[in-house]
DNA sequence: CTCCGGTGGA
DNA sequence: TCCACCGGAG
């Protein structure tokens, strides 16, 4: 029978469900996986919940002192409700997240409160206490109750995005989205417990990040990935937040063959270099792609002490990326009436255009100058 | 150094 | 939808 097509939708309605997935991660969970962390082997809700806790964005192997510790001095679920925070705080600390620990102790207080000290097996209503997302939720419904729940952390991204060769940002909704739906339509009609436990431990112990295990995996034969040398590339990482943007106005002032220069400070960018005078508040942040309107006035008294302007040209911009951010110069080329060729500034020179090549010039500037130097006298000469 | 990540809040 | 929270790993 053909694939039904939604009327009103441009793609087909997948069905993910395949039993063979869930068999797979199953019988490798029996194997190979991990069956002693000290909260398995429980359905003691509280244990099973601070584990999941602890384990938000941290490895087994940092948490395992920590859970020891904590249970040590909050044994039950309503030791911990009745204790201050202060002291949850400082049985949380190095942990790291420390919402998390303030959460920890709102969910205690809540659950006692709310549900007489015992948590909910159903994963939507974990999903309302604080600190319980719908991952960690399902976790907690799965390995406490044997709940059908489907998690997604970053293990199951990884592992979904290989096997499947989903080859798009897993941030994005619509692909976070999909693997959800793949998540939930690839659960097992039984095993909950060794089904959940194997994504985690398959995502953690096999199908690394860097170098993953591909020999020991169970899901090789069915992994895109793999088949196609991905692995590598998969799941698509974040894509780098674009760096700021600013901009500076940088005053070309060039006259009778010298370019008019300023001694930068001796720390911060470009540091006890030599380069173009900039003019004051125009460096503006995030400023996307709108150029800053250039004062008139500022340019006038910039330029006062070396002389009277003729005329003002705003050249095209200039983008330099540095490792943080991103600098658009905007080149101001100036036109002399009148150079005043008295005492100058101090932290100004008057620099030879023949000897830009060997100044101690930022490089973008010195590209700008010798570009700029060149094309002049070449229109120099062109007009004899 | 850069990258990574569940949840919750802006 | 974006980002801060933090510490660990590469």
Redesign the pocket.
């Known amino acids: 029978m053909k694939r039904l097509l939604h009327p009103l939708s441009l793609t087909t309605l997948e069905d993910y469900t395949d039993p063979s997935f869930s068999a797979a991660v199953i019988d490798w969970q029996k194997q190979h996986g991990r069956h002693t962390l000290p909260w398995q082997n429980t359905r003691n809700a509280y244990l099973v919940w601070l584990s999941?806790?602890m384990l938000?964005?941290?490895?087994v192997?940092?948490v395992l002192g920590y859970y020891a510790r904590f249970l040590e001095r909050f044994p039950t679920l309503r030791d911990l409700a009745a204790a201050p925070v202060e002291d949850v705080m400082a049985q949380w600390?190095?942990?790291?997240?420390?919402?998390?620990a303030r959460?920890l102790h709102k969910?205690a207080q809540q659950v006692v409160a709310q549900y007489d000290g015992v948590f909910p097996a159903d994963p939507a209503l974990l999903?309302e206490?604080?600190?319980?997302?719908?991952?960690?939720?399902a976790?907690i419904a799965a390995f406490s109750s044997g709940t059908r729940a489907a998690i997604?952390?970053?293990?199951?991204?990884?592992v979904f995005a290989r096997v499947f060769g989903i080859d798009a940002f897993?941030?994005?909704?619509?692909v976070e989205q999909d693997m959800w739906r793949r998540a939930e339509a690839l659960l097992p009609a039984t095993g909950i417990e060794a089904y959940t436990q194997g994504l985690m431990d398959l995502g953690a112990t096999v199908c690394?990040?860097?170098?993953p295990a591909c020999g020991r995996c169970p899901l090789q034969a069915r992994c895109v990935a793999y088949a196609t040398g991905r692995t590598k590339d998969l799941?698509v990482?974040?894509p780098?937040?674009?760096s700021p943007e600013k901009h500076a106005v940088m005053l070309v002032v060039i006259d009778q063959g010298q370019v008019l220069l300023e001694l930068r400070p001796g720390t911060g960018i470009w540091g006890g270099l030599l380069s173009l005078p900039e003019l004051d508040g125009h460096v503006l942040h995030n400023t996307g792609s709108v150029l800053p309107a250039i004062d008139q006035q500022a340019l006038t008294r910039a330029v006062a002490p070396f002389g009277e302007i003729e005329s003002v040209e705003t050249l095209l911009p200039i983008v330099h990326v540095f490792?943080?951010y991103k600098l658009h110069i905007v080149p101001c080329r100036i036109t002399l009436a009148h150079r005043n060729l008295l005492a100058g500034e101090a932290g100004f020179v008057w620099l030879d255009s023949d000897k830009l090549a060997d100044a101690a010039l930022p490089a973008p500037v010195k590209k700008l100058l010798l570009d700029l130097c060149g094309d002049s006298q070449a229109v120099q000469r062109s007009m004899f």
């Open positions: 999941e806790i938000q964005q941290t490895q192997s940092a600390s190095g942990l790291g997240y420390y919402t998390r959460n969910c999903a206490l604080p600190g319980i997302g719908r991952s960690t939720a976790a997604m952390d970053g293990n199951v991204k990884r897993p941030g994005e909704k619509k690394t990040r860097s170098s799941p990482r974040k780098k937040k674009t490792t943080h």
